[in-house]
């Protein structure tokens, strides 16, 4: 019996049993579209995120505070703050650091006639557009003479200026508002950022870093100091220009530990693709089981088939099949079932995906990588989990196949 003949005796057989094959094909249906779609969805999630982390500014590194240590127990990273507006000033001297952006943060209950919103606060300096690639859509950022002098200025993001000024046509530029009870004056609107994972960048007020600690928050010390590196390729030495210098104005010993610590641009990202990469591969596999019991199915309905079938299988036999005729037979039809469910669950896949990406809010990138995994897979499943009933087709005998009832 020649391939096409085998073809065209399998999607008969596949017609004559429409449910049951439908039935049968529904496991490794629902394998290849979860596996496609959880991929798409890790793969956009990944790169959705090294773009928020490249957003956050060029040649980025992040001073924050140390760790504390009580009897031995570490009170985990934070817990050691002795990062101060010096500390920024001795950094900003170092010739491979191109801008620094001191900031400290906390809550701003901002009032404006009858309307009131609570937002994110953040304190911070005048080198902040350029320290964390961040641009002002209306009006202007405040002035290194502002924060000298300590002015009640604002500048907010877009998620406040909508939730106090939309629907009065009101321009948010020049309005006088209340922060903490405290009366600013809005200078500037932030240019749209988006959410970075749980944070919302549109959602806060930044105010100067001295008004800040002076007038709301009152402390001393910053939460962080983020510095941006001349260039890529100065990143390492202003790394160790930043350490030297904070270690210099914190008056450590040698033999003691850094008080705070540095993280870098490319630290952050890696780490979260590493999470992204890690997430995506247990989802992954998770939702391949199901092409294992969609195997476990075709197994199933083959055994089904080979035992409602036996006196076909005898006559075929008896006319002159060989052995290869019926096991390429009945493993062609495994086969085919698992290729028929491959591509329904490919094209169901990619539209779960797309349908994500438009109403669920999430970023997803359909690569060909997975789909064709998935398909090689489904076709795999077909002959893996076909074999044993083929082989048990064409180990029949020709005599016990006729008398067979």
């Known amino acids: 019996m020649s391939f096409v003949e085998c073809l065209r005796v399998s999607f008969r057989s596949i017609r004559a049993n429409g449910l049951r094959s439908i039935l049968t094909m529904l496991g490794i249906i629902i394998g290849v579209a979860a596996v496609i779609a959880m991929v798409a969805i890790g793969e956009g999630t990944s790169s959705s995120v090294a773009s928020q982390i490249n957003g956050l500014g060029s040649n980025l590194l992040i001073v924050s505070p140390g760790q504390a240590t009580q009897g031995r127990v570490n009170l985990g990273a934070g817990s050691l703050n002795t990062l101060t507006l010096a500390d920024a000033e001795a950094i900003e001297q170092k010739s491979s650091v191109s801008g620094v952006a001191p900031s400290v943060n906390g809550r701003g209950q901002i009032v404006w006639g009858s309307k009131n919103y609570s937002s994110s606060l953040e304190g911070t300096t005048a080198a902040f557009p350029q320290v964390r690639n961040v641009q002002v859509e209306r009006g202007r ?91 890529s390729d100065q990143m390492e030495q202003a790394q160790r220009d930043i350490q030297s210098a904070l270690r210099s104005k914190h008056n450590l010993r040698p033999q003691a530990s850094d008080d705070f610590r540095i993280t870098s641009q490319t630290d952050i990202l890696s780490t979260a693709q590493q999470v992204s990469s890690s997430m995506t591969a247990l989802l992954s596999g ?62 169901l896949g990619v539209g779960a995906a797309l349908l994500v990406s438009k109403f669920g809010g999430m970023t997803t990138t359909i ?28 180990q029949l005998k020709p005599i016990d196949a006729l008398r067979y009832e």
């Open 286 to 347: 998770i939702a391949a089981i199901s092409l294992i019991v969609g195997g476990i199915g075709v197994m199933n309905i083959m055994l089904v088939s080979v035992t409602e079938r036996t006196r076909e299988i005898g006559i075929r036999k008896a006319i002159g099949a060989k052995r290869g005729d019926i096991l390429r037979q009945f493993l062609i039809e495994a086969v085919t079932l698992s290729l028929i469910g491959g591509i329904v669950g490919i094209v």
């Open 141 to 231: 950022f405040f002035s290194n003479f502002e924060v000298k002098q300590q002015f009640n200025v604002a500048v907010i993001g877009t998620e406040v200026a909508n939730n106090l000024f939309t629907g009065n046509s009101t321009n948010p530029v020049g309005q006088t508002v209340q922060i903490n009870k405290i009366p600013f004056t809005i200078i500037g609107v932030l240019k749209s950022q988006g959410s970075s994972g749980m944070t919302n960048n549109d959602d806060r007020i930044i105010i100067p870093i001295t008004t800040a600690m002076n007038r709301l928050t009152g402390g001393k010390n910053v939460g962080t100091i983020y510095v941006s590196a001349v260039s």
């Open 367 to 394: 690569s060909l990588s997975p789909i064709l995994y998935a398909f090689l897979t489904s076709s795999l499943v077909g002959v893996v989990f076909g074999v044993y009933p083929a082989r048990k087709a064409a």
